[in-house]
């Protein structure tokens, strides 16, 4: 038995610690749990590079989800609004929710502006070692320039208060693992630098292939 | 590309679709996503049976994760306490992450007390047909005479107010997925019922053995 401690009549059943670690999920995946947190304005190509990251790894044979708006703010955060308190309270519920999933062996990439520092850092210090900071860089002027969802356009006609970038502050991060500048590069280039740089980041298996057999 | 509308340059970068869907998980994987949620008094067994659960199901190579107190009431639902409108934002909260678990391949073990219906029920909607209830059953006597935390003696002696079975309620599920009666079966014959329920129910995939390998 794994737990030689547990007693084995349902009468004495009591709690027990997780047995299945990070350090087997690691064997087994081939890889570390991690947060790669992006964050960036509105339109600076947060959702787009994340989705083709997840793409990207998970046909390498990752374990990766994705964190959004549109999984997260319909469920989990559905009773918050865009008030300050709640914005706080949405990042700091995605940035457990990603350490829990850290915590079980997935790459997580979190996609949300998530403007303040105070906030990344809570993030971060969740999710401890394996939280990377991914700071998705355009200026207001190249995603205004984009503005695909006509959201900086409402914004500047103050139909949308508190816009990040346009009436409320972005907090650019002091010290983000990796820079992706997306309006310098072109997509493909972004793909590339973020694969390399989860690929040289999070920790991989000795053995170059893993067999995962369902019985 | 797997998204051919997607426009090449970063300039016109826009939202996109998940790209990863939950059936090429599935075909990764080889079992969908599913929420085991245990329900049952304090003492009925819930975080043993589901954390060595979770171990059989990791042992066949199965991708799975427990969300238990230990795990989700220090960190993500650390800022509610017991009061009845706590307790259901705690079991709501709960019941979207297991969902974001499920949709991103896991099959997830939740081992809460969940005493109230229509709380499971919300579960239940979050993750729809990935959802399995089982009822982890154990009468208040039964679990009285465990009391391995002492908590029944203290509920008893007044010091825990609505304390599930003592001075709250506990409403029975009305037609589980699954029962596992702890009073009856000793612990290793709840295990295999457990691991033959979820066998049984979660579907597997075409192939014996699956390979994920990182390059």
């Known amino acids: 038995m794994e737990n030689p401690g547990l007693a084995h009549k349902a009468t004495n059943i009591t709690a027990v610690e997780h047995i299945v670690s990070p350090g087997v999920r690691y064997q087994r995946n081939g890889h570390t749990g991690a947060v ?3 964050t960036g304005l509105s339109a ?4 787009t590079l994340a989705m083709r990251l997840e793409r990207q790894l998970f046909n390498k044979g990752y374990q990766v989800y994705v964190l959004d708006g549109d999984n997260v703010r319909h ?8 008030n300050p308190e709640d914005r706080a309270e949405n990042i700091r519920r995605i940035g457990e929710v990603a350490a829990l999933f850290a915590n079980a062996g997935l790459i997580v990439i979190t996609a949300f ?7 990344r850092q809570r993030a971060r210090d969740a999710a ?3 939280f990377h900071e991914v700071f998705i860089r355009a200026g207001t002027d190249t995603c205004e320039a984009r503005d695909p969802k006509g959201l ?3 914004a500047r006609a103050g139909l949308i208060p508190e816009f990040t970038g346009i009436s409320a502050p972005y907090e650019v991060p002091e010290s983000p693992e990796c820079i992706i500048d997306t309006a310098v590069n072109d997509i493909e280039a972004c793909d590339r630098l973020l694969l390399d740089y989860v690929e040289s980041s999070v920790a ?4 170059a292939e893993l067999t995962a057999s369902v019985r």
Chains 1, 2 share one sequence.
């Open 75 to 82: 469920g989990l955060n559905s009773d918050l609004g865009f």
């Open 128 to 130: 401890g070692s394996a």
């Open 44 to 47: 600076s190509g947060k959702s």
């Open 152 to 154: 900086y356009r409402k």
């Open 36 to 38: 790669v947190w992006f």
């Open 204 to 207: 991989l298996g000795d053995t």
């Open 113 to 119: 502006i998530s403007p303040y520092r105070a906030d």
